[in-house]
């Protein structure tokens, strides 16, 4: 990410006040926006709602479809699913509404709660010896790859899990968030140094209980210094801020808007063929679909009559400008 241009102490106060302007319209307003992020996550939470019994069966449809509608490919993976189900029971104790109660705990905070999460794993040495393990949910590694090497943890989908077992009050962890949660704090003009939002071990390796830890402190951070720690859905609103205004910045819009409104922009702003020359000679071409720096937002029409997403969509231009 390149650096940001100095913001005065006059727009940073300006951008806390419209944020916040925004949280309150969003709490107000939140069955507006009516596209498939919205269609998504309304399944999702039906999907939570039917399969309240803590069994390895419901955790695992619970599972693939966070990962399906949220992309995070853990099915890629051999086996990954299916471990990681077996973890979340395990850490649940097999009881309906403690994996609940634990990640709310974790979320008010992190640093003294990540205990919570530990749990046993029953496995065979080099003799074929059973011996017991103790792990964390969030630094364990889930599946395998195709040479049988491990694959790493699984912190962004364990944080979607928890988002929608606490009935959104946990936050989600992603590239998005992680992305744009540093532009969100410098253009806000926060005084106090900007917490980190990864960890990594000795063999630059994402540790996965360290980063869940420090993320977590570092949204609460953010939160408590945007004002917004009345509200119980504290979480959501942030998530759907950093959510949709990361996609329109990638350009990733199909989740943002409806069919009718995607072809309305791209007829607006077609696709373009970029081209670039690496060191050694070669051109690569790729396709640049859309570029909100570019986009004058009153010619979308759509947006005349949706505040919520216009409103993500000025973000978004301000947030692409700036940097």
Known sequence: ???????????????????????????????SLNNAFATDKD???????????????????????????????MNRRYYAL???????LAVSEG??????HKFLKFAKSPEYEISLFDYDVFEYDSSGKQ???????????????????????AI???????????????????????????????????????????????????????????????????IESLDVTREKKRYDLLDRF????????????????????YQETTILYPPKEIKKTSKDGKVKTTIKYFDIAEVDISQLEFLKTKKILRTFFEFAQYYSIIA
């Open 131 to 153: 011996v017991c393990r103790n792990t964390n949910l969030f630094s364990e590694n889930y599946g395998i790859g195709k040479d049988g090497t491990d694959k790493g943890v």
């Open 156 to 222: 962004s989908l364990i944080s979607k899990y928890a988002y929608f077992e606490t009935d959104l009050q946990f936050p989600i962890y992603d590239s998005i968030a992680c992305e744009m949660y540093p532009l969100v704090w410098k253009c806000c003009g926060f005084r106090k140094p900007r917490p980190k939002l990864q960890i990594k071990d000795e063999k630059g390796r994402i540790d996965g209980a360290e980063t869940m830890v420090t993320y977590v402190q570092a949204i609460n951070s953010l």
């Open 43 to 73: 399944a999702i939470l039906r999907v939570f709602g039917n399969t309240k019994e803590c069994t390895k069966t419901n955790i695992l449809v619970r599972l693939t479809l966070i990962d399906s509608m949220y992309s995070t490919q």
């Open 82 to 88: 299916d471990e990681l189900a077996e973890a979340l």
């Open 242 to 261: 950093l959510w949709f205004v990361g996609k329109i910045i990638r350009g990733n819009l199909s989740l943002v808007l409806t069919k009718d409104e």
């Open 1 to 31: 990410m390149s650096k940001l241009r100095k913001i005065t102490s006059q727009e940073a106060n300006k951008h806390r006040d419209e944020i916040n302007k925004l949280f309150c319209l969003l709490a107000k307003e939140d069955a």
């Open 95 to 100: 009881k309906a509404g403690i994996l609940r």
